[in-house]
């Protein structure tokens, strides 16, 4: 499953960081969060991980980070 970057920032938000706070605590620099969230480089699997557990304990299940999706288009039968 590919991580979606694009809802680092909607995670961020819903913890309540900002790209500073995010960053200490995950021991990272501001820039590197910032480039998370525009997708420029995408986080290592150690801090994707560090992501899932800061949000688990505010309720927020892994899963919000992989998008659910499926190769078969119910849409492409139609024609």
Known sequence: ???D????REFRKRLGFTQVALAEQLGVP???VARW???HVSPCAD???AM???GRVK???P???????SRYDPQSDRE
């Open 63 to 69: 899963s919000f980070f992989f998008p659910s999706y």
């Open 1 to 3: 499953m590919p991580f």
């Open 52 to 54: 899932c557990d800061l």
């Open 37 to 39: 969230e525009s997708g």
């Open 59 to 61: 309720g927020i299940d």
């Open 47 to 49: 801090y994707i991980g």
């Open 5 to 8: 970057y694009v809802r680092i």
């Open 30 to 32: 501001q820039p590197t």
